[in-house]
């Protein structure tokens, strides 16, 4: 895409438009309805029949099982219909585009079909995410609920799983609303809230962790969580850093005849992200992260297979170094993968031809899309790198000052959360400035 220098809105031009926009409004008001209603759902829709205080107890200290209940929003711990949230989804996502990448059929039938050929994979897509959540659900049933279930008979692991993949599928069919109706991507916004939602209660431990020790006269712990706190504020500027980076390649436009009129060359540029893939690489990142773990909790470290992953989750915790080489290549993988998706260099450099315009010491063609391949992939490296570490950073330090309040994923949660809102905004401005064109037009 080519941009020309526009004046971008202020903040306050960007509200005022929101309140005059009746099309913007309804888009906000659908998805702030249905955010709603998950919240609600996920807070008074629980599954009958279980020993709730046995299951509260057995999962207090399982790291992994943690970060599964931050990001389904508390409705793991609530055992509610809602426990898988929308994680079946995302892996049927990752799933999916790994296979698009590797099968020519489904590659052709998303870059050459069109809107009928992205159809075709989000059907698909669906599919998987139905039976990954059968899956998902009927471990959890077995792995989590059932030893504390009332009733232990197999009709309550048939509703139970029913009731869990059911309830998957209906916060899919939420997302897949509010990106259709509403604002920004569905997926990342309901992790937005979920994580907004147990926000309060983590930031509340730790603040009576620091209580605690200013009472026991423990200046150094309350000095250790200033500290993290710190750390924390760093990190946001740093993934606003990334989030907001661009390398603006110029590009110039050759001059044009019409007529007896004789245009310049106009120069504009090509804005290349530092993080194409915003913040999905770190969600998609996190949920694989997610897996041994929670297999480990479900096999019990029975059988072959069991002892294989409990011990892949051991090495893997939070706050080892394991864990943080899996999670920085994990987040270079799916950076550049998705870079990969979204940016073709091909494809800019022919678009470019067909304009007429060109980079500025660069031949047109197969020069320029290597070029462009070139700059891509350095930005790409430069952002996964500096992501990792912002990621991974303040798990060393809430190792090192030992404040397990976080649970080792106050980084994680706090990309997503940064990122979504970056990502939401742009596309709110992004629309604001579309509607005021479109006015302009009209006038």
């Known amino acids: 895409m080519v941009v020309s220098r526009d004046k ?23 998805t702030i309805g249905l955010l ?14 279980i020993d709730r205080a046995s299951f509260a107890e057995a999962i207090k200290n399982q790291a992994a099982l943690g970060f599964l209940d931050i990001f389904t929003g508390g409705g793991l711990s609530a055992i509610g219909i809602f426990a898988l949230g929308i994680l079946p989804y995302i892996n049927a996502s990752i799933i999916m585009q790994l296979l698009t ?32 959540a059968i899956i998902q659900s009927f471990g959890i049933t077995i792995g ?63 603040i009576e962790v620091a ?54 060359e106009r120069t504009s540029y090509l804005p290349l992200r530092l993080n194409q893939g915003g913040v999905m690489p770190i969600i998609f990142a996190s949920a694989v992260l997610i897996l041994p773990s929670s297999l480990a909790s479900f096999t019990k470290g029975e059988g072959t297979l069991g002892k294989v992953v409990t011990n892949i989750a051991q090495a893997i915790q939070p706050g080892t170094f394991a864990y943080v080489g899996v999670y920085l290549t994990l987040i270079v993988f799916f950076s550049y993968f998705y870079a990969s998706l979204i940016v073709n260099p091909v494809d800019m450099s022919q678009n470019l031809k067909k304009m007429g315009a060109s980079i500025p010491g660069i031949r047109p063609g197969k020069t320029t899309s290597d070029y462009l391949e070139r700059v891509i992939n350095r930005l790409t490296f430069l952002g996964a790198i500096f992501l990792g570490l912002v990621a991974t950073v303040p798990t060393f330090v809430e190792s090192a000052i030992n404040v397990q309040t976080f649970r080792g994923f106050g980084a994680t949660s706090l990309l997503i959360l940064v990122g979504v809102a970056i990502d939401t905004a742009k596309q709110i401005q992004t629309y604001v400035i579309s509607q005021r064109y479109e006015g302009m037009v009209k006038d």
Do not use: C
């Open 101 to 132: 990448s590797a099968i020519p059929a489904l590659e052709d039938q998303q870059k050459n079909e069109g809107e009928a050929g992205r159809r075709k994979i989000s059907q698909i897509t669906r599919y998987v995410a139905l039976g990954w």
């Open 36 to 49: 709603v209603l998950i919240r609600f759902g996920i807070l008074f829709a629980p599954l009958p029949g």
């Open 8 to 30: 971008t809105p202020t903040a306050q031009e960007t509200f005022m438009q929101m309140a005059q926009a009746a099309g913007l409004r309804g888009r906000l008001l659908i």
């Open 211 to 264: 209580q605690t020790g200013a009472e026991q006269g423990d200046r150094g712990l309350v000095i250790s969580i200033i500290a993290l706190l710190l750390v924390f504020l760093v990190m946001i500027v740093g993934i606003v850093f990334v989030q907001e980076g661009t390398r603006r390649i110029p590009i110039i436009s050759a001059r044009r005849q019409v007529g007896k009129r004789l245009y310049r």
């Open 144 to 206: 989590l609920l059932y030893p504390h279930a009332y009733d232990k008979s197999p009709i309550f692991v048939v509703t139970t799983v029913l009731a869990l993949t059911a309830g998957s599928m209906f916060v899919m069919w939420i997302s897949e609303l509010i990106t259709e109706r509403g604002i920004g991507n569905g997926a990342s916004l309901l992790i937005f809230v979920n994580i907004v939602a147990v926000l309060p209660q983590t930031l509340g431990q730790t």
